[in-house]
């Protein structure tokens, strides 16, 4: 059935607008021309992010632009550039972690008329998007080596879990599978993969399954049909939706929306294209349907579908903006599909229709029964570190370098780095004043840099061996 549409919703919604840098600007005011001609009844708040304001907001992201998406509890933002190696934080990591948006939610689906390898592509990541690696917890330990820490918390992890599973309740998706590498992060993602796995039994309607990161990377481009949702940690989520997105005609038809308990953020996977900014060949599509997740979120189906719908008759009817094998420039292609709109079939009913609820927050479990075992200790040395095999209270038994056993017994033959993790371990209850002495003591060895407590809990050690250990 054909229907020629008026905007259904009455209310007007307020929303943040955040062009960005590079193509952002461009593709930002396609998307925002396609909503008023679909009648989207949204009343934009125009801020500034990324480079176009870094004199006046060193970090990209000014305080009224935060404000802003705070009080309108959606945005719709285009990419900004983050500088590698020095320079200000990622504005997106940052708008993601203030506002705890917590879930990274990507649909990866083909689309008629973008001819891919694959045709029948239809999966959503889900990618936490505040924890990991992501923290940016990063240190020169030495001159010669840094150190980045990879946070998994209990919390964070069933959070991302129990959403993954009301999405696929709410999609009408049929499995989640979750993705980590647990069998070499034994602690981090092993306890992303173990509250996965309680989350699970709890929606029995839903199939469950885990894999490694490395067989799925390698599954999803011989057979990507395979996959339903796909829930996993933020750096396997930021690698895997690109990837993904590369299966279904590459990062400018790739969507996504950062989602908190009531705030939400959308924008396209893609970054700033620096090649082809400004030039006017950018393709809006990725922010398209980024912008029609939003609608969604909203509640706005009616003309979250018109507006998808008509970005497919563009398509189908052999329209193609560069980038995707064809020649349309962006404001051809975006007429095109103001030109498709009147007659848009209403797909309201094919797209995902509810909102996620937000998963209640779990509770802290108290360490209280944590048994303090001994500690490692990082030193700085050239070649096998000499410290005493007892110091107070503990024994030497362990030093690894770059995680390989190098003390007690044979230096394997690797190349030695200056950093060392020195494991004393408590003969005895031991005391914070005793950790403390030894540190003081190993410090008149070597420059130390860094000290992990170890505990155990009901005799099993919370910290990893060492390689040949
Ligand atoms: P990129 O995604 O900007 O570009 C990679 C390739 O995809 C380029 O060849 C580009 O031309 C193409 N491409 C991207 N978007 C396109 C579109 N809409 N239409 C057609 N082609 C498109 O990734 P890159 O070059 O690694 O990063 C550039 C900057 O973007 C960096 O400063 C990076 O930090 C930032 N970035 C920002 C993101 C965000 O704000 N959400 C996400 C990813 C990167």
Redesign the pocket.
């Known amino acids: 059935m054909t229907t020629h549409h008026t905007a259904t919703v009455t209310a007007t919604t307020t929303g943040a607008w955040i062009p960005?840098?590079?193509?952002?600007p461009e593709?930002a005011a396609a998307v925002r021309d396609v909503l008023a001609a679909a009648g989207a009844p949204i009343a934009w708040d125009e801020q500034s992010a990324?480079l176009g304001c870094i004199d006046w907001a060193p970090n990209g992201l000014p305080d009224a632009t935060l404000s802003a998406i705070r009080r309108h509890k959606v945005a719709l933002?285009?990419?900004?550039?983050?500088?590698?190696g020095g320079g200000h934080k990622?504005?997106?990591v940052t708008i993601r972690k203030a506002l705890e948006l917590y879930a990274n939610v990507r649909p990866v689906k083909s689309l008629p008329g973008v001819t891919t390898r694959f045709a029948n592509v239809d999966l959503v990541i889900v990618r936490e998007n505040v924890e990991d690696t992501y923290g940016g917890i990063e240190h020169m330990q030495t001159p010669d080596v840094a150190q980045c820490l990879k946070v998994i918390t209990r919390q964070g992890s069933l959070a991302i879990a129990r959403y993954a599973f009301e999405l696929a309740r709410a999609w009408g998706r049929r499995r989640v599978t979750c993705v980590h590498k647990a069998n070499i992060h034994k602690l981090t993602d092993g306890l992303f993969l173990t509250c996965f796995q309680e989350v699970a039994a709890d929606y029995p309607d839903i199939a469950s399954d885990s894999a490694l990161v490395d067989a799925v990377c390698m599954q999803l481009v011989t057979a990507p049909e395979r996959f339903d949702v796909l829930v996993m940690p933020n750096l396997y989520g930021d690698i895997l939706s690109?990837l993904a997105a590369g299966l279904v005609g590459?990062?400018?038809v790739a969507p996504?929306g950062n989602i908190g308990e009531d705030i939400a953020v959308f924008?396209?996977?893609?970054?700033?294209?620096?090649?082809?900014?400004g030039m006017g060949?950018?393709?809006?599509?990725?922010?398209l349907l980024s912008a029609t997740q939003m609608l969604r979120h909203l509640g706005q189906h009616g003309d979250a579908g018109r507006i998808e719908a008509a970005l497919t008759a563009t398509l189908a009817a052999g329209i193609v903006?560069?980038?995707?094998g064809g020649s349309a420039s962006t404001s051809a292609f975006v007429q095109a599909i103001i030109s498709h709109l009147p007659d848009a079939i209403d797909a309201a009913a094919s797209g995902p229709q509810a909102r996620i609820p937000a998963a209640p927050a779990a509770p802290v479990t108290p360490s209280t029964a944590w048994v303090l075992d001994g500690v490692d200790v990082f030193v700085e040395c050239e070649g096998v570190p000499q410290l005493p095999e007892a110091i107070g209270p503990f024994v030497l038994r362990l030093i690894s370098n770059r995680g390989t056993k190098i003390y007690p017994g044979p230096v394997p033959d690797i190349r030695l780095v200056n950093w060392h993790r020195v494991r004393y371990i408590a003969q005895g209850p031991v005391t914070d004043d005793d950790v403390l002495a030894l540190v003081a003591e190993v410090g008149r060895h070597y420059r130390w840099m860094h000290l992990e407590k170890l505990c155990q809990a009901d005799g099993t050690a919370c910290y990893s061996k060492a390689q040949g250990e």
């Open positions: 960005g840098d590079g193509n952002g593709i990324g933002k285009g990419p900004t550039a983050t500088p590698v990622s504005v997106n690109d590459g990062l400018g996504a924008e396209a996977v893609h970054g700033t294209a620096p090649d082809i900014a060949l950018a393709n809006p599509t990725a922010l903006i560069r980038g995707l």
